[in-house]
């Protein structure tokens, strides 16, 4: 069932996938920013996180590197079937989730803050491990029923503007809101280096823009609501380049 | 010391034109923003930016609030002689940052 809704929007007439990535909607200017590690400044969390992931930390004075040795290597293809299930949580769980499992459970340390530098710097380091590589989310019956809910909460309408993520991401995009493309919202790339952000930040701190731009209560970072929403998300890009860490305007 | 990318050819001939590119981290806060209480966000951004090819200075710069955070430098020189590229950026709060680059001149 939930494979022939998402066929309906992926493919046009004739079968072929109309999805783009919100690459395509930006200008010039902007992807290539993207496109040069010199002019991306993202990279800057990258290299960050490459001596993060060298450092030792915790009661265990472990690094990630001591039980994952080169993420060249390790990390390849990793930030791509993310969120996956999680059997200590026993639920499917995001990268960051995952990272701060180990850094509690392996390294005996504090978990990083939401929206830290850290560990912003190591998603983007253990992403760009992915980068050009097909976004592939695995579902079987212990994850069917949280991919379930994420896609009811992408039709729910909410807040005051009582919108739903589809009306804009399905049906508007492309059109324009306060003159800016709509994109399709599949997030390829994160985390991302916003431009309006002046930084980069991760998926979950640009849904809670989305929620306020609806007038909505946004969940808190770390919800349920929105693993299960990015689950979703992440499925439905699914196929679609990883671009981490992308530039977004 | 907050990171910095420096890109500079590791080899060039001599007379070449080199395309140097630099960027380093830094929220440069303007100064003009204010918390949801009102309450100004002082100001905090790199005032300087040199570049020195074996000592002598080849590119300067003075930055204002307007730049944009991560500031980017894109400049071209002439590959002269072997040596080192040195870059140093300055600013409020007594910040400071370097990086260097050798290049080969044949």
Request: glycine share 8%; with cysteine.
């Amino acid at each position: 069932m939930l494979s022939v809704a998402a066929a309906a929007f992926a493919h046009g007439a004739e079968g072929l996938d109309t999805r783009r990535s919100g690459y395509e909607f930006m200008s010039a200017e902007t992807r290539a920013m993207q496109d040069d590690d010199l002019l991306n400044p993202a990279m800057l969390w990258v290299l960050d996180g490459e001596a993060l992931w060298r450092q030792k930390a915790g009661t265990n004075q472990s690094a990630c590197a001591d039980c994952h040795g080169d993420a060249a290597g390790s990390m390849k293809g990793v930030a791509a079937r993310y969120p996956a299930w999680d059997d200590r949580a026993r639920r499917p769980i995001n990268l960051q989730q995952r990272i701060n499992a180990c850094r509690v459970s392996r390294q005996g340390a504090e978990p990083f803050a939401d929206e830290s530098r850290e560990v912003l710097a190591l998603l983007a380091y253990v992403g760009r491990q992915s980068r050009g590589m097909p976004i592939e989310i695995a579902v079987d019956a212990r994850v069917e029923p949280f991919l379930k809910s994420g896609r009811e909460l992408f039709f729910r309408r909410q807040g005051q503007l009582n919108l739903a993520c589809t009306q804009c991401h399905d049906e508007y995009s492309g059109k324009k809101l306060a003159g800016i493309p709509i994109p399709q919202a599949h997030p390829t790339g994160y985390p991302i280096y916003r431009l309006e952000w002046q930084s980069v930040g991760s998926l979950q701190r640009r849904l809670r823009n989305c929620m306020n731009g609806i007038r909505a209560q946004p969940y808190a970072y770390g919800a349920p609501e929105f693993v299960d929403l990015e689950l979703y998300l992440l499925w439905r890009a699914r196929g679609m380049k990883v671009e981490t860490p992308a530039v977004r305007p | 010391m907050s990171r910095a990318i420096v890109n500079v050819p590791s080899s060039a001939r001599r007379g070449e034109v080199i395309e140097i590119k630099t960027m380093v981290a830094h929220v440069m806060e303007t100064g003009f923003r204010r918390t949801q209480l009102g309450v100004v966000i002082p100001r905090n951004i790199i005032t300087e930016f040199v570049c020195r090819y074996n000592g002598s200075e080849i590119f300067r710069a003075t930055l204002y609030p307007a730049i944009a955070a991560n500031p980017v430098f894109t400049f071209t020189t002439i590959a002269t002689e072997s040596g080192t590229l040195e870059f140093v950026w300055r600013g409020d709060n007594g910040y400071t940052a370097t990086a260097s680059a050798t290049i080969t001149v044949t």
